[in-house]
Antibody, heavy 121, light 109 residues
Framework: QVQLVESGGGVVQPGKSLRLSCAAS????????MHWVRQAPGKGLEWVGV????????YYAESVKGRFTISRDNAKNTVYLQLNSLRVEDTAVYYC??????????????WGQGTLVTVSS | QTVVTQEPSFSVSPGGTITLTCGLN?????????PSWYQQTPGQAPRTLIY???TRSAGVPDRFSGSILGNKAALTITGTQADDESDYYC?????????FGGGTKLTVL
């Protein structure tokens, strides 16, 4: 069965960096685009960004563009989210999610359980 | 700035039918925005209900259905059950980015 397991969250000071990982299993990882979505405490879901199936392109929400970077290692079935220049407002649970089969139309079909990032001095 | 709008809250009686909507502040929602719907209970990851307007995700009961109603996307729940009490989020694909609505908190009482 499809599994997505995030790791790497924790407490970090403003301005610092952190790298999150999402290990995938149960499907042919290299065939799917992968997303990161975050949820601040008590707030709604916010799309962070996506990396296409072969890692050749990434797209980001305006709120994180230039600070966050998504990458993937298809040999390790893992997608990463590098968070730089962290701000207090980046505090959130970060989820990875698999894009459905068709890139634009199929939404996100599987989600991980999330990892909490707390930005605080 | 593009904003995806949802009712902040809704209540329904057990066994009732409810329709949640998903709009855009700057346009009508059509199938070309590929609306999808997600259910989330507190402390849990989102669960995918509907994608591409009206396709149910695997394992989702047919009590849940998606459509376009007028100028909005819609999620209809029939025969509402107590464990349908959750937050519901719609998401639209907008010019290369995905945008969530603010969510609707559904209370079953």
């Amino acid at each position: 069965q499809v599994q997505l397991v995030e790791s790497g969250g924790g407490v970090v000071q403003p301005g610092k960096s952190l790298r999150l990982s999402c290990a995938a299993s149960g499907f042919t990882f290299q065939n799917y685009a992968m997303h990161w979505v975050r949820q601040a405490p008590g707030k709604g879901l916010e799309w962070v960004g996506v990396i296409v199936y072969d890692g050749s392109n990434e797209y980001y929400a305006e709120s994180v563009k230039g600070r966050f970077t998504i990458s993937r290692d298809n040999a390790k079935n893992t997608v990463y989210l590098q968070l730089n220049s962290l701000r207090v407002e980046d505090t959130a649970v970060y989820y990875c999610a698999r894009n459905g089969f068709y890139y634009d139309s199929d939404g996100f079909d599987y989600w991980g359980q999330g990892t909490l990032v707390t930005v605080s001095s | 700035q593009t904003v995806v709008t949802q009712e902040p809250s809704f209540s329904v009686s057990p066994g009732g039918t409810i329709t949640l909507t998903c709009g855009l502040n700057s346009d009508s929602v059509s199938a070309s925005y590929y609306p999808s719907w997600y259910q989330q209970t507190p402390g849990q990851a989102p669960r995918t209900l509907i994608y591409s307007t009206n396709t149910r995700s695997a394992g989702v009961p047919d009590r849940f259905s998606g459509s376009i109603l007028g100028n909005k996307a819609a999620l209809t729940i029939t025969g509402t059950q107590a464990d349908d009490e959750s937050d519901y989020y719609c998401m639209l694909y907008l010019r290369g980015a995905w945008v969530f609505g603010g969510g609707t908190k559904l209370t079953v009482l």
